[in-house]
């Protein structure tokens, strides 16, 4: 490979590439760790000696403990702990530097994030040569890294469509290798409830079974999402869990009738509609579940972050909207986590409640205050989402302050929203992720004629996703206060992991580079290129995507 090819391997995009000299052997590697790796929980080799293998070896490069004699040499491979690797421009703890060299092989960083980014760049060059018919035979190069922002997320929704762990397992992989560092789980709708909560066994006793159209459902037990989160704090991943409220409620309405004001269960719901189901925030139940619920998520969960949801909560008046707002950041903070939301949670309008009266009407729903009625099954890619900001009335707004608290991490995504409460509620030390519906939704058709996907937000092809500037989304919004960027994949019209991966591939790479790539050192028509490279690597591992026309495959 030549140095231009060894650049060519690489996505996201690396900061700095310095060529070297010659081609150095890597059909075997002899992996040396460090005594203590930072934020390898005190120990020697926290599962990177395994975790090496898991990632070199399909790119044609066997990882052994010695070298044996009789069989070809095994090239050193050491992970360095280095507070000095990374690009100097970057202080980032997730930084790494990775040496290739005849003598060997360095991966350099200060923690363990770094190790592992530096192993799958790696990995993406090895695998490079072996798809160019020279397994194992590596270009000589420098690699200088960090990443552009801290929050690098996938969510996903489980709640429409229900995907296990295996499925889940292959996502983590997914977003390992694209450097990503966080995984939202979307894990409870109107369709379905698919988190064991002990404290309130019927939510996933009653209210599991369905998902959209009537197809089969599932949950994650308490011992099923501890080992997820295992799995993905391994590969560099948290999970943050996402409990939707005070809407998208059905399955809590369905299992808990105490949560409606007439106290009976609301019936399933098999429909794509939202913004029907809501919880009331003077029953006496409410507040009890909330506790409940959100204190056994904090308790189950690794990770720092726990996602109350917020979104298109379109039957409910602000006062009381913005109550629930306040009382899920408290209780979230006081299970010890960091909150996290959707951008209505700032108050930037949570709904149109005369568009969604009359969208009820039309769907022949209920009036406000009584027990939900359930609209019918919306068509795919018809239904309305998300508020229609431009035309929410004035006592839909806060007027000044903000109801987010310093270090709620808000997720924006409808660009019909107006910058005025984003910018109070960074002012107030909101954290903001831009998760822009029309580059990030990865739910959306790539075209008119794709058989997947909605369109409420348009049509997202691949070029969308890549040609943004996250800290550009918000007028005005300081550019300290984004943490980075999250691609979201809702599981209305998704039904197999193959519909989900080729919904997420190629674009997911895209999303993952705006989030790690410095802005000047993006450019398409590389990206283009080196996701046709991507390609060889999703075939040898069968994953499968979407061969978009954009790209020269
Ligand atoms: C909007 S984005 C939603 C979801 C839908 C999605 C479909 C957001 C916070 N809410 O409930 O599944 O659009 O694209």
């Known amino acids: 490979m030549t140095d231009n090819d060894v650049a060519a391997a690489i996505t996201p995009a690396p900061v700095r590439v310095e060529p070297g000299r010659g081609v150095v052997e890597l059909a075997r590697v002899r992996v040396i760790v460090p005594d203590v ?52 421009t970057s202080s980032h703890p997730e930084r790494y530097t990775l040496t290739v060299t005849a003598g060997g092989v360095v991966v350099a960083a200060p923690a363990r994030s770094g190790l592992l980014h530096g192993l799958r760049t790696l990995a993406q060059i090895a695998g490079a040569a072996q798809a160019a018919g020279h397994p194992g035979e590596v270009t000589a190069v420098v690699v200088h890294d960090a990443p552009r922002y801290g929050w690098r997320g996938l969510s ?233 900001t431009a035309v929410v009335a004035d006592d839909l707004r806060v007027a000044a302050g903000s109801p987010v608290h310093a270090g709620t991490v808000l997720h924006y995504w409808d660009p019909r929203a107006e910058p005025d409460a984003f910018l109070r509620a960074a002012e107030a030390g909101a954290r903001f992720v831009m998760a822009p519906a029309e580059r990030t939704y990865l739910d959306m058709k790539y075209t008119p004629e794709h058989p997947l996907g909605l369109q409420w937000a348009g049509f997202v092809e691949l070029r969308d996703s890549y040609e943004w500037d996250p800290a550009a989304t918000i007028d005005g919004l300081p550019a300290e206060s984004v943490d980075g960027v999250s691609a979201c994949v809702w599981t209305e019209t998704l039904v197999t992991r193959d519909d989900l991966f080729s919904m997420l591939l190629p674009r997911l790479a895209a999303v993952a580079e705006t989030a790690w790539t410095p802005q000047e050192v993006r450019n398409w028509e590389s990206f283009r290129s080196r996701i046709a490279t991507e390609a060889a690597a999703w075939r040898r591992d069968g994953v499968t995507y979407h061969p978009t026309p954009q790209v020269d495959w």
């Open 156 to 388: 996903l929704d489980i709640a429409r469509h229900f995907f296990g762990p295996d499925d889940l397992r292959a996502v983590v992989d997914l977003l390992g290798r694209y450097k990503m560092n966080r995984l939202g789980l979307h894990l409870t709708d109107d369709q379905g409830w698919r988190l064991e909560i002990p404290s309130r066994p019927d939510l996933v006793a009653r209210s599991s079974q369905g998902a959209v159209n009537g197809d089969p459902g599932g949950y994650l037990g308490v011992d099923d999402y501890a080992e997820l989160q295992e799995y993905a704090a391994a590969r560099g991943i948290v999970v943050v869990p996402e409990i939707d409220l005070p809407g998208h409620v059905n399955a809590a309405t369905h299992a808990y009738g105490e949560l409606n004001p007439d106290g009976r269960p609301t019936d399933t719901y098999e429909g794509i509609e939202v913004g029907f189901s809501r919880l009331y925030l003077d029953l006496p139940a409410t507040e009890p579940f909330l506790r409940d619920v959100l204190g056994d998520v904090a308790r189950m969960t690794h990770g720092e972050w726990v996602h109350f949801g917020g979104d298109e909560v379109h039957r409910m008046e602000t006062e009381e909207y913005l109550g629930f707002v306040e009382l899920c950041q408290e209780i979230v903070a006081s299970s010890g986590k960091t909150p996290a939301a959707w951008q209505e949670a700032a108050g930037a309008g949570h709904g149109d409640a005369e568009t969604a009266a009359a969208a009820l009407a039309a769907a022949g729903g209920a009036t406000a205050g009584g027990a939900a009625a359930l609209p019918a099954s919306g068509s795919a890619g018809t239904v309305d989402h998300g508020p229609a």
């Open 37 to 88: 790796v930072p934020g390898g929980d005190g120990c020697a080799d926290p599962g990177l000696r395994s975790l090496a293998a898991e990632l070199l070896e399909p790119a044609g490069v066997t990882v052994t403990e010695t070298s044996l004699a009789g069989s070809s040499p095994a090239v050193p491979l050491e992970l360095r702990v280095d507070e000095a690797a990374g690009p100097e």
